[in-house]
């Protein structure tokens, strides 16, 4: 019988944490609810005492989110565990995961304490979560450059004072596969107290190898894995849940270990966090990439013409990801609403017919709408009916360009319910329009990064806009925006990110 390993996704918590993924409260909402989907055992929902923000979606999550686990994360601190559970307490399985470093550069520089006050303060962090809940998880934070006589001592004394669950993370990405395997070999041989707790792992990838890590940490008995969907996560990001997933189910034979995720909901878990956080995987990332399952070679494309196992070792079907034409002009609602809910979306009858509509007139444009013409259009809809506080929306835009006249745009905005004009020129009609947009906002918002993809086929495809923002404070924001028109992409991705710059007065959390 293959064991079970347990998939804790840190989406909402670690990958939040990336630079420039600050999720809105809705946006969290729809997240959770589609790990729910995947399947996944444990969500942790959050860092309560990080802001008043936090610590909102995470009671909403814990309230409303049925299936897994709802974890949240607190310091060892008294007051932090409060939160967390004042935040979780109406959970049906909630979780409080406790954590405390137990690296001495860490201890010295960090904290400040002796390795005596840290087991200490570790300890009663775990008696003080174990009197409101009865599933605790302890992190040693910074276990891999951790003298290995004292982790186990920490470890031990964790769950001694209740712990259920004991994370090893890898904090800065710095083990190999190698060693990280046997540390967790080392610590199951050397803490007799293990057999009463689940080991779990949390590898950073800073050398690229968090997957590895955690898949050889598996091999050697751990049985959670903390990862998150695209990987996202601090610097370099975490495990990539779907990486992780694929791996223990299309090489069993080696791991002889099942989880219980949702497969087909893989694809569809990415594409909503790639459009709510609007980070893009890269093309070529593994299982979820755009071009993971693209056969460009003749004699790849002949073989697998032949028989696809020639050259594939999964399918894309598999991960939810189908490139056929699911809808058309004749589609009805009912058949929208089922294909939408079939990938992932649960949407408001508002929200579906803005979706039906935008379906319907790409339909008239392009002969066939692929599933990702789909994904792409009811992500757009429901990111924009989940933006909290809209203060500026866009009214109108005209653009005047060609090879013989200097771009120039006038656009018409709202701004605070106010109608203001102005006109912009630029190198080029998308510039032209930028100038022009921040030449009306009320304070300094920068243009960082725009990146332009087209989502398929030719000239009439949807074209795919991310962009990201900077305030005054140096606060960087992310926006994504979908439309057939490349300057109205670009206008609404900017109006969506500066948006986010004015609405957002939280301040990062750190662990
Ligand atoms: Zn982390």
Redesign the pocket.
């Known amino acids: 019988m293959a064991e079970k390993v347990r998939i804790f996704d ?1 989406t909402l918590r ?1 990958g939040e944490q990336s630079p420039g993924a600050t999720l809105m409260h809705r946006q969290k909402m729809l997240i959770a609810k589609q790990l729910a989907k995947l399947n996944v055992d444990v969500i942790e929902a959050g860092f309560p005492i990080a802001s008043e923000d936090d610590f909102l979606a995470v009671k909403e999550i814990a309230e409303t989110v049925k299936g897994p686990t709802i974890c949240a994360l607190s310091r060892a601190i008294p007051k932090d565990i409060d939160r967390a559970w004042e935040a979780i307490q109406n959970a049906k399985n909630p979780r409080i995961h406790t954590f405390m470093s137990s690296s001495d550069v860490h201890l010295k520089y960090q904290f400040k304490i002796s390795r005596k006050e840290a087991l200490q303060m570790s300890i009663e962090a775990v008696k003080r979560s174990c009197s409101y809940c009865k599933d605790v998880e302890f992190s040693p934070m910074d276990a891999t450059r951790t003298d290995p006589k004292f982790l186990f001592q920490m470890v031990e004394a964790a769950i001694d004072a209740g712990a259920t669950t004991i994370n090893i ?1 890898d ?1 800065v990405g710095y083990a190999q596969p190698i060693e990280f395997g046997a540390l967790i070999k080392a610590v199951i041989e050397h803490v007799p107290g293990i057999k009463n707790a689940v080991v779990s792992v ?1 590898c ?1 990838n800073d050398l690229g190898l968090a997957v590895a890590n955690s898949l050889e940490a598996v091999r050697n008995g751990a049985r959670q894995v903390e990862c998150t969907v695209n990987g996202l ?2 610097r370099a990001g ?1 495990a990539s849940l779907e990486e992780i997933v694929m791996n223990l189910h299309i090489r069993k034979s080696i791991f002889n270990c099942s989880t219980g995720i949702n497969l087909r909901q893989l694809y569809p878990s990415s594409q909503m966090v790639t459009n709510l956080t609007g980070i893009s995987v890269q093309r070529n990332k593994a299982i979820v990439g755009e071009n993971a399952f693209a056969h460009e070679a003749g004699i790849h494309q002949h073989g697998l013409i032949a028989d696809s196992q020639t050259y594939e070792i999964m399918n894309p079907e598999m991960i939810g990801k189908t490139t056929k034409l699911v809808l058309g002009k004749h589609s009805g609602r009912h058949a929208t609403k089922k294909v939408l809910a079939e990938m992932g979306f649960n949407l408001t009858e508002q929200q579906l017919k803005q979706v039906s509509q935008k379906i319907k007139q790409l339909a008239d444009k392009q002969k066939t709408v692929l599933e990702e013409d789909i994904i792409a259009i009811a992500s757009d809809v429901t990111r924009q009916l989940v933006q909290e506080k809209r203060r500026i929306e866009l009214d109108e835009v005209r653009v005047n360009t060609g090879n013989k006249v200097k771009p120039t745009a006038t656009v018409t905005l709202m701004i605070d319910g106010k109608k203001k004009t102005a006109q912009g020129k630029g190198v080029g009609p998308v510039d032209a329009v930028a100038s022009a947009i921040q030449s009306m906002l009320p304070e300094r918002i920068s243009l960082k990064e725009y990146h332009l993809k087209a989502i398929t086929g030719g000239t009439d495809a949807l074209a795919d806009v991310v962009i990201k923002v900077q305030n005054g404070k140096g606060n960087v924001y992310n926006a994504e925006s979908i439309n057939e028109d490349i300057i109205m992409a670009s206008a609404n991705a900017l109006v969506k990110g500066i948006n986010k710059a004015l609405a957002s007065k939280k301040s990062k959390s750190r ?1």
Do not use: F, R, V, W
Request: glycine content about 10%; charged content about 20%.
């Open positions: 840190t670690d993370p904090t949390h950073h996560g601090e975490n662990a």
